[in-house]
């Protein structure tokens, strides 16, 4: 029998337009990554031409900061894809965002705005990315379902 005559019901996310909240979620964990690539380079530039405290911590705190940046964009470019493997890592980063945005607001400082902003797009992040919506997209499958609950 062809495809035509013998009809699946198996559900295929990928077959479905992506839903705006996956994308925003995307959108979301790429702003994150590419902030912490800025906030290496600015780092790492004010270690080799500034007068840090410790050129060598400086240079290892930007290197550190590029490399932490790998795990929020694989996780924008996974989600853009639909890989049910990218929530996680997207979820790791809006977690580990909100204890940063909550010392930023600590400060007494040019910070604050930067906590605030920071927290609100944890906040916003967590919310897309633990949508059922965006759960559906990504073929992610609550604990206890099997291939058949899916419509």
């Known amino acids: 029998m062809s495809a035509e005559q013998n009809?699946?019901?198996?559900?295929?996310?990928?077959?479905?337009?992506?839903?705006a909240r996956l994308t925003a979620?995307?959108?979301?964990?790429?702003?994150?990554?590419?902030?912490l690539v800025a906030g290496g380079v600015y780092v790492l530039v004010r270690?080799?031409?500034?007068?840090?405290?410790?050129r060598g911590q400086a240079i290892t705190g930007g290197v550190t900061l590029?490399?932490?940046?790998l795990l929020p964009l694989l996780a924008a470019r996974g989600l853009l894809l639909r890989r049910s493997w990218s929530r996680g890592p997207a979820l790791i980063t809006q977690i580990l965002s909100l204890p940063v945005a909550y010392t930023l607001l600590q400060a007494d400082s040019v910070a604050i705005p930067g906590g605030i902003a920071l927290a609100v797009v944890a906040i916003v992040g967590l919310v897309l990315l633990?949508?059922?919506?965006?759960?559906?997209a990504l073929g992610?499958?609550?604990?206890?379902?099997?291939?058949?609950?899916q419509k």
């Not at 009809?7 to 479905?16: G, M, N, W």
């Not at 979620?25 to 902030?35: P, R």
């Not at 992610?140 to 609950?149: H, L, N, T």
């Open 7 to 19: 009809p699946t019901t198996s559900h295929d996310p990928a077959a479905e337009p992506r839903p």
């Open 25 to 35: 979620a995307a959108a979301l964990a790429a702003l994150e990554g590419f902030a």
């Open 47 to 54: 270690g080799f031409t500034g007068t840090p405290d410790s």
């Open 66 to 69: 590029i490399v932490l940046a």
């Open 130 to 136: 633990l949508n059922p919506e965006t759960t559906k």
């Open 140 to 149: 992610i499958r609550g604990p206890g379902a099997d291939a058949s609950d």
